[in-house]
């Protein structure tokens, strides 16, 4: 059975509890993701343990965001981890995606454009007028020809997005939560079903799957309501 295209963000209190998480999942899903609290506390040794023995991918989001020179050591630092992805912030402009990219080639780097966190009002105040769509475009065009070969955008611009960079780039969306869940601290948000039919490749999905009594079959309900979806749309399979 092939593991369903989701990213599940171990956003765990301590290491034994993400690992644990990471052992419920993976017969399920395509990747874990592990974040900056989790890495920063732990360090690299957080990847081998989340990694198991089951070969599962490792989504490193560290969402680096510096000079170029800076982020290309940062990112060549965390290439020998062999995470499968790692996010670098596409407003940190072309030459800092660059020097991501070339500092890590054999990581799929994605640019993340504009945070799902963030609504219109909270864009207008930091001096990006106009609805989020038109940032998250102009910063996934600029990180795609920088040499992104991925991009994190929130699933109500996954469309757009991919009607902008072709099917070539693996489109990643946070942001994602099962019709009834709660939106926690999302403001742009979908289901999974209609972030996948609208064009996204990996979807991250925490809080639903590991806030649950039992993180191994919600992310299994989960997948199995995708692999549905997916074979419709024709994701299913695809390498991310």
Known sequence: MIPAPIAVALDAPDLETAARWASLVTPHVSTVKIGLELYLR?????????????????????????????????????????PAILTVHAAGGPAMVRAAVEA?????????????????????RAGIAGPPGDAVRRLALLAVEAGARALVCSPQEVAAVRSEVGPDITLITPG?????????DQARVATPERALADGADLLVIGRPITGAAD??????????????????????G???
């Open 42 to 82: 732990y360090g690299p040794d957080v990847v081998a343990s989340v990694r198991g023995a089951s070969g599962v991918q490792v989504f490193l989001d560290l969402k680096l965001h510096d000079i170029p020179n800076t982020v290309a050591g940062a990112a060549r630092s965390v290439a020998r981890l062999k």
């Open 104 to 124: 890590a080639p054999a990581t799929r780097i994605a640019a993340v454009t504009v945070l799902t966190s963030l609504s219109e009002a909270d864009l207008e």
């Open 176 to 184: 994602v939560r099962p019709a009834g869940a709660d939106t926690q």
């Open 215 to 236: 993180p191994g079959a919600a992310a299994a309900g989960i997948a199995a309501a995708l692999r549905r979806i997916a074979g419709t749309v024709g994701t299913a």
């Open 238 to 240: 695809r390498s991310v």
